[in-house]
T-cell receptor, first 111, second 114 residues
Protein backbone atom coordinates (compact mmCIF):
# COMPACT_ATOMS: atom_id res chain seq x y z
CA UNK A 1 0.00 0.00 0.00
CA UNK A 2 1.33 3.40 -0.97
CA UNK A 3 2.50 5.68 1.82
CA UNK A 4 0.81 9.07 1.96
CA UNK A 5 2.09 12.41 3.20
CA UNK A 6 -0.22 15.26 4.12
CA UNK A 7 0.14 18.40 6.24
CA UNK A 8 -0.33 17.83 9.96
CA UNK A 9 -2.56 20.88 10.34
CA UNK A 10 -4.19 23.71 8.44
CA UNK A 11 -6.10 26.82 9.44
CA UNK A 12 -8.85 28.51 7.49
CA UNK A 13 -11.69 30.97 7.92
CA UNK A 14 -15.36 30.49 7.33
CA UNK A 15 -16.40 30.92 3.73
CA UNK A 16 -12.98 30.17 2.28
CA UNK A 17 -12.12 27.30 -0.03
CA UNK A 18 -9.72 24.83 1.57
CA UNK A 19 -7.38 22.62 -0.41
CA UNK A 20 -5.58 19.76 1.32
CA UNK A 21 -2.87 18.11 -0.73
CA UNK A 22 -1.73 14.55 -0.24
CA UNK A 23 1.47 13.09 -1.72
CA UNK A 24 1.57 9.42 -2.70
CA UNK A 25 4.62 8.92 -4.89
CA UNK A 26 4.42 5.12 -4.87
CA UNK A 27 0.80 4.78 -5.91
CA UNK A 28 0.13 1.55 -7.79
CA UNK A 29 -1.85 1.13 -10.98
CA UNK A 30 -4.85 -0.39 -9.22
CA UNK A 31 -4.87 2.03 -6.30
CA UNK A 32 -7.69 4.45 -5.63
CA UNK A 33 -7.44 7.62 -3.55
CA UNK A 34 -9.94 7.89 -0.74
CA UNK A 35 -10.58 10.65 1.78
CA UNK A 36 -12.24 10.35 5.17
CA UNK A 37 -13.30 13.03 7.64
CA UNK A 38 -13.29 12.47 11.38
CA UNK A 39 -14.79 14.59 14.13
CA UNK A 40 -13.64 14.14 17.74
CA UNK A 41 -15.09 11.05 19.41
CA UNK A 42 -16.72 9.84 16.19
CA UNK A 43 -15.82 7.25 13.59
CA UNK A 44 -14.32 8.36 10.26
CA UNK A 45 -16.81 9.38 7.58
CA UNK A 46 -16.23 8.63 3.91
CA UNK A 47 -16.01 11.84 1.87
CA UNK A 48 -14.87 11.03 -1.64
CA UNK A 49 -12.91 8.56 -3.74
CA UNK A 50 -11.24 8.89 -7.12
CA UNK A 51 -8.84 7.27 -9.54
CA UNK A 52 -7.84 10.05 -11.92
CA UNK A 53 -8.72 13.58 -13.07
CA UNK A 54 -11.53 15.14 -11.06
CA UNK A 55 -14.34 13.79 -8.95
CA UNK A 56 -17.01 15.96 -7.38
CA UNK A 57 -19.83 15.21 -5.00
CA UNK A 58 -22.11 17.27 -2.81
CA UNK A 59 -19.47 17.97 -0.18
CA UNK A 60 -16.07 18.04 -1.89
CA UNK A 61 -14.00 17.78 -5.03
CA UNK A 62 -10.96 15.61 -5.56
CA UNK A 63 -8.32 16.64 -8.07
CA UNK A 64 -5.83 14.05 -9.29
CA UNK A 65 -3.09 15.00 -11.78
CA UNK A 66 -2.14 12.73 -14.63
CA UNK A 67 0.84 11.16 -12.83
CA UNK A 68 -1.38 10.41 -9.79
CA UNK A 69 1.51 11.02 -7.42
CA UNK A 70 -0.54 13.52 -5.48
CA UNK A 71 -4.14 14.52 -4.98
CA UNK A 72 -5.97 17.53 -3.60
CA UNK A 73 -9.15 17.50 -1.60
CA UNK A 74 -11.06 20.73 -2.10
CA UNK A 75 -13.71 21.87 0.37
CA UNK A 76 -15.71 24.83 -0.95
CA UNK A 77 -16.77 27.60 1.41
CA UNK A 78 -15.93 25.88 4.68
CA UNK A 79 -17.89 26.48 7.84
CA UNK A 80 -17.02 25.98 11.50
CA UNK A 81 -18.55 22.51 11.31
CA UNK A 82 -15.87 21.44 8.83
CA UNK A 83 -13.31 21.57 11.63
CA UNK A 84 -12.10 17.97 11.70
CA UNK A 85 -9.25 15.63 10.83
CA UNK A 86 -9.04 14.64 7.17
CA UNK A 87 -7.34 11.42 6.12
CA UNK A 88 -5.98 10.59 2.69
CA UNK A 89 -5.73 6.87 1.96
CA UNK A 90 -4.35 5.13 -1.09
CA UNK A 91 -4.99 1.51 -1.91
CA UNK A 92 -6.95 -0.96 -3.95
CA UNK A 93 -9.88 -0.65 -1.59
CA UNK A 94 -12.36 -1.67 -4.21
CA UNK A 95 -11.10 -5.17 -3.57
CA UNK A 96 -11.79 -4.87 0.13
CA UNK A 97 -9.26 -5.23 2.88
CA UNK A 98 -7.91 -3.04 5.60
CA UNK A 99 -7.60 0.72 5.42
CA UNK A 100 -4.20 2.15 6.32
CA UNK A 101 -4.58 5.54 7.99
CA UNK A 102 -1.81 8.06 8.50
CA UNK A 103 -1.97 10.90 11.02
CA UNK A 104 -4.27 12.99 8.86
CA UNK A 105 -4.61 16.75 8.51
CA UNK A 106 -6.24 18.62 11.36
CA UNK A 107 -8.27 21.42 9.78
CA UNK A 108 -9.31 24.28 12.01
CA UNK A 109 -11.93 26.67 10.65
CA UNK A 110 -12.15 29.99 12.44
CA UNK A 111 -14.98 32.53 12.37
CA UNK B 1 -31.07 4.21 7.12
CA UNK B 2 -29.47 2.44 10.06
CA UNK B 3 -25.74 2.83 9.95
CA UNK B 4 -23.14 0.87 11.85
CA UNK B 5 -23.89 0.79 15.56
CA UNK B 6 -21.63 -0.04 18.45
CA UNK B 7 -22.33 -0.83 22.05
CA UNK B 8 -21.39 0.38 24.56
CA UNK B 9 -20.24 3.83 23.55
CA UNK B 10 -18.07 4.15 26.63
CA UNK B 11 -16.53 1.61 28.98
CA UNK B 12 -14.45 2.16 32.09
CA UNK B 13 -12.85 -0.90 33.58
CA UNK B 14 -10.12 -1.85 35.99
CA UNK B 15 -6.91 -3.45 34.85
CA UNK B 16 -7.22 -7.19 34.66
CA UNK B 17 -10.94 -7.25 33.89
CA UNK B 18 -12.43 -8.64 30.69
CA UNK B 19 -14.51 -6.45 28.40
CA UNK B 20 -16.66 -7.21 25.37
CA UNK B 21 -17.81 -4.81 22.69
CA UNK B 22 -20.52 -5.34 20.11
CA UNK B 23 -20.82 -4.08 16.56
CA UNK B 24 -23.90 -4.24 14.36
CA UNK B 25 -23.01 -3.54 10.73
CA UNK B 26 -25.21 -2.10 8.02
CA UNK B 27 -27.67 -4.92 7.41
CA UNK B 28 -26.70 -6.08 3.94
CA UNK B 29 -22.95 -5.64 4.44
CA UNK B 30 -20.97 -8.86 4.48
CA UNK B 31 -17.57 -7.48 5.50
CA UNK B 32 -16.95 -6.23 9.00
CA UNK B 33 -13.75 -4.58 10.27
CA UNK B 34 -12.37 -3.69 13.68
CA UNK B 35 -9.90 -0.82 14.18
CA UNK B 36 -8.31 0.76 17.22
CA UNK B 37 -7.52 4.44 17.56
CA UNK B 38 -5.42 6.14 20.21
CA UNK B 39 -5.35 9.86 20.84
CA UNK B 40 -3.77 11.86 18.03
CA UNK B 41 -3.32 8.86 15.75
CA UNK B 42 -5.26 7.50 12.83
CA UNK B 43 -7.21 4.26 13.24
CA UNK B 44 -5.17 1.05 13.14
CA UNK B 45 -6.54 -2.13 11.62
CA UNK B 46 -7.14 -5.06 13.97
CA UNK B 47 -9.10 -7.69 12.07
CA UNK B 48 -11.84 -8.28 9.54
CA UNK B 49 -14.52 -10.80 8.65
CA UNK B 50 -16.25 -11.75 5.49
CA UNK B 51 -19.53 -13.25 6.60
CA UNK B 52 -18.53 -15.59 9.47
CA UNK B 53 -14.94 -16.09 8.38
CA UNK B 54 -12.17 -14.09 9.99
CA UNK B 55 -9.92 -13.36 7.03
CA UNK B 56 -7.13 -11.29 8.47
CA UNK B 57 -5.73 -10.41 11.88
CA UNK B 58 -3.18 -7.74 12.64
CA UNK B 59 -0.18 -8.52 14.80
CA UNK B 60 -1.63 -5.80 17.04
CA UNK B 61 -4.27 -8.33 17.99
CA UNK B 62 -2.53 -10.08 20.87
CA UNK B 63 -3.70 -13.35 22.40
CA UNK B 64 -5.81 -11.35 24.83
CA UNK B 65 -7.99 -10.12 21.99
CA UNK B 66 -10.58 -12.24 20.27
CA UNK B 67 -13.22 -11.33 17.74
CA UNK B 68 -16.18 -13.32 16.53
CA UNK B 69 -18.94 -12.96 14.01
CA UNK B 70 -20.90 -16.16 14.62
CA UNK B 71 -23.81 -15.71 12.24
CA UNK B 72 -22.28 -13.32 9.79
CA UNK B 73 -24.22 -10.40 11.20
CA UNK B 74 -23.10 -8.68 14.41
CA UNK B 75 -19.59 -9.07 15.77
CA UNK B 76 -18.04 -9.00 19.22
CA UNK B 77 -14.55 -7.98 20.25
CA UNK B 78 -13.39 -9.27 23.62
CA UNK B 79 -10.32 -8.13 25.48
CA UNK B 80 -9.22 -10.36 28.32
CA UNK B 81 -7.10 -9.22 31.27
CA UNK B 82 -7.19 -5.60 30.16
CA UNK B 83 -4.10 -3.45 30.48
CA UNK B 84 -3.81 0.32 30.64
CA UNK B 85 -2.32 0.29 27.16
CA UNK B 86 -5.62 -1.06 25.84
CA UNK B 87 -7.24 2.30 26.51
CA UNK B 88 -8.37 3.54 23.10
CA UNK B 89 -11.33 4.05 20.82
CA UNK B 90 -12.43 0.78 19.21
CA UNK B 91 -14.04 1.34 15.83
CA UNK B 92 -16.11 -0.99 13.73
CA UNK B 93 -16.72 -0.58 10.01
CA UNK B 94 -18.64 -2.55 7.42
CA UNK B 95 -18.68 -2.80 3.65
CA UNK B 96 -20.38 -4.69 0.85
CA UNK B 97 -18.37 -7.06 -1.30
CA UNK B 98 -18.91 -6.51 -4.99
CA UNK B 99 -19.67 -2.84 -4.74
CA UNK B 100 -17.18 -0.04 -4.31
CA UNK B 101 -16.18 -1.55 -0.97
CA UNK B 102 -16.51 1.76 0.81
CA UNK B 103 -16.12 1.18 4.53
CA UNK B 104 -18.68 2.86 6.76
CA UNK B 105 -17.71 3.37 10.35
CA UNK B 106 -19.67 3.23 13.56
CA UNK B 107 -19.38 5.78 16.37
CA UNK B 108 -16.83 3.72 18.27
CA UNK B 109 -16.50 2.41 21.80
CA UNK B 110 -14.16 4.40 24.01
CA UNK B 111 -12.38 2.17 26.53
CA UNK B 112 -10.59 3.49 29.59
CA UNK B 113 -8.60 1.02 31.64
CA UNK B 114 -7.77 2.25 35.12
Amino acid sequence: LAKTTQPISMDSYEGQEVNITCSHNNIATNDYITWYQQFPSQGPRFIIQGYKTKVTNEVASLFIPADRKSSTLSLPRVSLSDTAVYYCLVGDYNQGGKLIFGQGTELSVKP
Amino acid sequence: DTGVSQDPRHKITKRGQNVTFRCDPISEHNRLYWYRQTLGQGPEFLTYFQNEAQLEKSRLLSDRFSAERPKGSFSTLEIQRTEQGDSAMYLCASSLVGGKETQYFGPGTRLLVL
